[in-house]
């Protein structure tokens, strides 16, 4: 597909409001996140910021740079439409849901970028005002690298069914969008699998809560609630 490498000079006007509702000031990473959204979508011929769920992407680091991707494409956490893979790097990957799961479009800045802005903006008297100014201006081929990859996951497993929900065999807690792991012929959540951010410290409560009845449950609530 051909790419446009015009100009562009009024980026920042059509997102402004919407950034400033998430940010007291606009920064070059939220505008590196806004112009790869909008390649992503001439690239994958899919009409951005999008009112349903039909772009799916990959952020690698979070801050002002998911941002201007959530706003350029209209994903978000809550539409279960963007993922945050922690790598560190200021890059995405879009999938178009429509078509092969498994098939992604990740997209970075050139490792140049902030010496071309620099060089596009000498008059500037700092190089974060360059570089919020030239990023609106320089060409998508010129800020930008892109490549197809091939995703070590379907992104339709990720986004599971609607209204699958289980219970944990070990902590008794539910989980959601077919995320339970088997282990040893127990379903268990990612926590009691093994697998979790975190160490709980109340160990002896979470398994005799686990272990309650949901009578004793239901009968332990009666008795907080106060009498008429």
């Known amino acids: 597909m051909q790419v446009t490498t015009r100009i562009e000079m009024f980026l920042l006007d059509r997102y402004r409001a919407r950034l400033l509702q998430l940010h007291d000031h606009i920064c070059p990473r939220q505008i590196l996140g806004l112009r790869m959204g909008e390649l992503a979508g001439r690239l994958l011929g899919v009409s951005l910021p999008q009112s349903d769920k039909r772009l799916f992407v990959f952020v690698e680091a979070d801050g ?117 792991r088997w282990v040893n012929g127990a379903r268990l959540c990612a926590h009691c699998a093994g697998d979790s951010y975190f160490v709980a410290l109340d160990a002896d409560s979470i398994a005799q809560r686990a272990g309650a009845s949901v009578a004793q449950y239901v009968g332990a609530l009666r008795d907080e609630v106060p009498a008429d």
């Open 64 to 180: 002002c740079f998911a941002d201007g991707v959530m706003v350029a494409t209209g994903c978000s956490l809550g539409h279960r439409t963007l993922r945050l893979v922690d790598q560190g790097k200021v890059a995405a990957t879009f999938v178009d849901t429509r078509g092969d799961p498994y098939s992604g479009l990740r997209i970075w800045p050139r490792p140049t970028v902030r010496q071309q802005a620099r060089a596009l903006c000498p008059d500037l008297n700092s190089r974060w005002r360059a570089q919020l100014e030239a990023y609106q201006r320089m060409p998508d081929d010129a800020l930008l690298a892109w490549a197809r990859v091939r995703l070590q996951v379907s992104v339709k497993a990720l986004i599971s069914r609607p209204g699958v929900r289980v219970t944990c065999d070990r902590c008794g807690e539910e989980i959601i969008n077919e995320r339970e």
